[in-house]
């Protein structure tokens, strides 16, 4: 092997683990042993087919960007992508990749989280929310506040309970009808209080009648399902979500209540 490729293999396994597989233009992999194959390429050869093919003049969001495939799909597409992720590690190889790839000039990656949002002071083109949300311990608050700063299209993944039915809710359930709220197609989420795939921040699985609630309720409406648990949304005409400006204000304006304030 090259020394030049040899060197090239000692950065990868420095910056290791990888959860993302980066083919890099010297040839090499980061990944190339990955549990689940080629990933997440083998996801982006379908999602990428419902994205415009050129990006430039876009400004992107990738929340939860990981090591940076997605983001640097999207810069190849001419796109300004901002990356964040709440690892350390993930920001630092996705640095490196963008340097590799030479799209530093495209690309920043900080670190950062969906939460972060609320304080938010511009909107993107697209925001790409993908392998998050079911990490969250407040979900509904993380995606209308991904609304709030979605101005044309939102990449949406998350993991989902198995099952694909969807059944049309009425507008007003009864108090003493809520046995419909068993219905294998009522919009529902499993909490996980312990550990899925061994990890204890794995929290939510939404079914996919709930996916597609959970995003009109935030403001979106679906226009695609390029790929498994994938939601290609735009937003509707902004209507905030009831409690969440009372939400913003209040952690504005926290202060100890004098009930709990501690006693003398």
């Known amino acids: 092997m090259p020394t030049d490729l040899q060197g090239l293999r ?3 396994e420095a910056l290791g683990p990888w959860f993302h597989n980066l083919h890099l233009p010297d040839g090499l992999q980061t990944a190339p042993d990955h549990a689940y194959g080629d990933f997440p390429s083998f996801k982006w050869q379908h999602v990428a087919q419902a994205l415009p093919e050129d ?8 929340i939860g960007c990981n090591a940076g495939f997605y983001s640097i799909e ?6 300004t992508v901002l ?5 350390p ?9 963008a340097a590799r790839f030479g799209l530093t000039d495209r690309l920043r990656f900080e670190e950062g989280e969906v939460y972060q949002l609320a304080r938010a002071q511009c909107r993107f083109d697209l925001v790409w929310f993908t392998g998050v949300f079911y990490h969250l311990r ?17 990449m949406f993944q998350t993991m989902t309970m198995p099952g694909a039915d969807a059944l049309a809710t009425p507008e007003d359930l009864p108090l003493d009808e809520r046995e419909a709220l068993l219905d294998p197609g009522w919009p529902k989420m499993a909490f996980i209080e312990h550990r899925l795939a061994n990890d204890a ?3 939510w699985a939404p079914n996919h009648a709930c996916v597609e609630a959970l995003l009109r309720s935030a403001g979106f409406e679906v226009v695609a399902r390029p790929e498994h648990e994938f939601y290609l949304c735009r937003p509707v005409p902004e209507v905030p979500p009831a409690d969440l400006e009372r939400v913003l204000a209040i952690l504005d304006n926290a202060g100890p209540l004098g009930g709990l304030r501690p006693g003398r």
């Open 10 to 12: 000692r950065e990868i």
């Open 55 to 62: 990006l430039r003049g876009w400004r992107v969001l990738d």
């Open 74 to 79: 999207l810069a190849r597409r001419g796109a």
């Open 83 to 87: 990356g964040i992720d709440v690892e």
């Open 89 to 97: 590690l993930y920001v630092r190889q996705a640095r490196w990749a």
């Open 138 to 154: 407040y979900p509904t608050l993380a995606l209308d506040l991904v609304r709030g700063v979605t101005a044309h299209l939102l």
């Open 201 to 203: 921040t794995n929290w």
